[in-house]
């Protein structure tokens, strides 16, 4: 069965406190690996798309990178404004029309 | 108007009321999907529709019924509901033909009483 599951569920950052968050994934076969950013009360908000081991994409502090099992998405010198809950989702050869989200990590950047 | 809006953004109804979500996107995408997302649950997939075709029941009860009468906009039709139904219900669509990424309203907040 296709599974994803984010970790940690919740982090709690000091401004400028580097880290990372986790996406570990099983299907039979990856199309692609999607990350989004929710804030609460909102729909997510697309910002990275990968599709094979090995690819990085950036956008301002985030940095997301992708192997054959997981992904990661490294957030550098972090603001308040990137508190949000960063969420997960793969999309399977076998099922196109789907995607499987995780729980999502909450995080929290402390001024 | 741009990306996908969706309307009402809070709504209150009683296990007896008939209620409508509705979605219109305004990306030229050929999919669009009906989620819903709950606390500390993954986000949910309950419909999908290609080309207003629906391609996707995700074993959805009947008491929520889509219709997608172009490929630009999509409705929740909503009656007799229970409390558990309360949740965030999320619009997204996406170019099948181009890249995988969906792209989300802002949701609908449903509460039923």
């Known amino acids: ?111 | 108007e741009t990306g996908v809006t969706q309307t009402p953004r809070h709504l209150v109804m009683g296990m007896t009321n008939k209620k409508s979500l509705k979605c219109e996107q305004h990306l030229g995408h050929n999919a669009m999907y009906w989620y819903k997302q709950s606390a500390k649950k993954p986000l949910e997939l309950m419909f999908v529709y290609n080309f207003k075709e629906q391609t996707e029941n995700n074993s959805v009860p009947s008491r929520f019924s889509p219709e997608c009468p172009n490929s630009s906009h999509l409705f929740l039709h909503l009656h007799t509901l229970q409390p558990e139904d309360s949740a965030l219900y999320l619009c997204a669509s996406r170019d099948r033909d181009f890249s995988g990424e969906l792209f989300f309203g802002e949701g609908s907040r449903l509460t039923v009483l």
């Open chain 1, 1 to 111: 069965e296709d599974q994803v599951t984010q970790s940690p569920e919740a982090l709690r950052l000091q401004e400028g406190e580097s880290s990372s968050l986790n996406c570990s994934y099983t299907v039979s076969g990856l199309r692609g690996l999607f990350w989004y950013r929710q804030d609460p009360g909102k729909g997510p908000e697309f910002l990275f798309t990968l599709y094979s081991a090995g690819e990085e994409k950036e956008k301002e502090r985030l940095k997301a990178t992708l192997t054959k099992k997981e992904s990661f998405l490294h957030i550098t010198a972090p603001k308040p404004e990137d508190s949000a809950t960063y969420l997960c989702a793969v999309q399977a050869e076998d099922t196109g029309n789907q995607f499987y989200f995780g729980t999502g990590t909450s995080l929290t950047v402390i001024p």
